[in-house]
């Protein structure tokens, strides 16, 4: 690990404090579904700001892009701040798409999956009109765009890519590398998943939310990469909190027994590493 990025991981995992804080543009983006998405940006400080660089179109999971407490209520919540402090540290800018207020919720973690208003078909068009948005940016270097998703997002990120889509196949805009942390898997598994572009996944080794079998399967069955982060739970990578039992999240292993999520400070660095390593090898 070079010391830069060394440098920047202890800084978000360890001080987030003093980390966060970067100005963030607001933008809104027509999903393909005609929904008028809201989209939170923020860009390499150094960087002239029309300097075409590499973009990470990152998608949220289950509980939305906001913090609901504390300080920080109402703007990115600690992870989606440390992912982007991190990538525009290294060069990157990246856009968040806000897709649960732009259609009236805030979070889905504590719905059952058949009371779910918002499906990941929906979660899908707008990345399809986040792309279509990136092509008409000077500063977008579309040939480097990654996707990145965490758990709804992730599957997202999963169905974005399905080649078995025509609409993904048909794309002008690709992105060229997708990578998600802890996904559900079992749907992909089921629909006989075909990944259009290189795809890789960090997986909890604990996680009772979204387990990683189904996901280490799907991965072997269509060559992708994964890494199986040990004594991890669902959101290991958040560079704040613990674990903890989430109890009002009915879905997961044990339905109706809640669900364990939080932070590992040590796999948490890693996998975000990782991330990095990953771009630059896609990239560089």
Excluded at 7 to 36: A, M, N, R
Excluded at 141 to 156: C, E, N, P, R
Excluded at 195 to 209: S, Y
Aim: hydrophobic letters at 35%.
């Amino acid at each position: 690990m070079t010391y830069f990025i060394k440098k920047w991981l202890v800084c978000i995992f360890y001080f987030p404090w003093i980390c966060f804080g970067q100005e963030v543009e607001q933008h809104v983006i027509s999903s393909t579904d005609g929904t008028q998405i809201k989209s939170l940006l923020l860009h390499p400080i150094a960087l002239p700001s029309t300097q075409p660089r590499p973009v990470i179109l990152a998608l949220h999971g289950c509980g939305g892009l906001y913090a609901t407490t504390g300080i920080n209520k109402g703007k990115l919540n600690s992870r989606h701040a440390g992912m982007a402090q991190l990538m525009t540290a290294n060069g990157y800018s990246i856009l968040f798409p806000d897709s649960f207020s732009s259609r009236g919720e805030s979070s889905l973690c504590s719905q059952k999956f058949s009371a779910r208003k918002i499906k990941q078909s929906h979660r899908s068009d707008d990345v399809d009109g986040a792309l279509l948005w990136l092509e008409t940016q000077p500063w977008a270097d579309t040939s480097k765009i990654a996707l990145l998703g965490w758990s709804h997002g992730g599957s997202t990120a999963l169905r974005s890519i399905d080649a078995n889509r025509q609409k993904v196949t048909s794309r002008k805009i690709q992105p060229s590398t997708a990578i998600t942390f802890y996904p559900g898997c079992s749907d992909a598994l089921k629909e006989n998943f075909r990944p259009q572009i290189p795809l890789v996944m960090m997986l909890a080794e604990l996680d009772d939310w979204t387990p990683p079998g189904p996901c280490i399967q799907l991965a072997k069955n269509v060559g992708a990469s994964y890494f199986v982060y040990p004594d991890s739970y669902h959101d290991f990578d958040n560079p704040v909190g613990t674990v903890r039992l989430r109890t009002d999240v009915p879905n997961g292993v044990n339905p109706g027994k809640g669900v364990h999520v939080g932070r590992n400070p040590i796999a948490g660095p890693q996998a975000w590493n990782q991330l990095l390593l990953t771009l630059r090898k896609q990239w560089e």
